[in-house]
Nanobody, 115 residues
């Protein structure tokens, strides 16, 4: 069983920045993929970015050039640095973990981009 604890969401003005963090509590942290998805009201959950434990990142087109995903394997934590935020980035952001024990989701953290 893997538990994911997210932090860093909030309200930010257009053009601003936020950094999301997600810490995984698990006894095993071998080969895995961690990342972020988001879901806006009335829309399906969509990929934002993922990163392998080797540090290879994968980004949605909407995130390329503005968001950076990184991880600290010693801390079992993944980060999402979001810059140049737009109102259309407003959504609940969910942390994601996929490893040998299965697929897990965090509770979600709200990101609101508004003036």
């Amino acid at each position: 069983q893997v538990q994911l604890e997210e932090s860093g969401g909030g309200l930010v003005q257009p053009g601003g920045s936020l950094r999301l963090s997600c810490a995984a509590s698990t006894m095993t942290f071998s080969t895995n993929v961690m990342g972020w998805y988001r879901q806006a009201p009335g829309k399906e959950r969509e990929l934002v970015a993922t990163i392998s434990n080797g540090g290879i990142g994968n980004y949605a087109d909407s995130a390329k050039g503005r968001f950076t995903i990184s991880r600290d394997n010693a801390k079992k934590t993944v980060y999402l640095q979001m810059n140049s935020l737009k109102p259309e980035d407003t959504a609940v952001y969910y942390c994601y973990f996929y490893g040998s024990s299965g697929r897990y989701w965090g509770q979600g953290t709200q990101v609101t981009v508004s003036s």
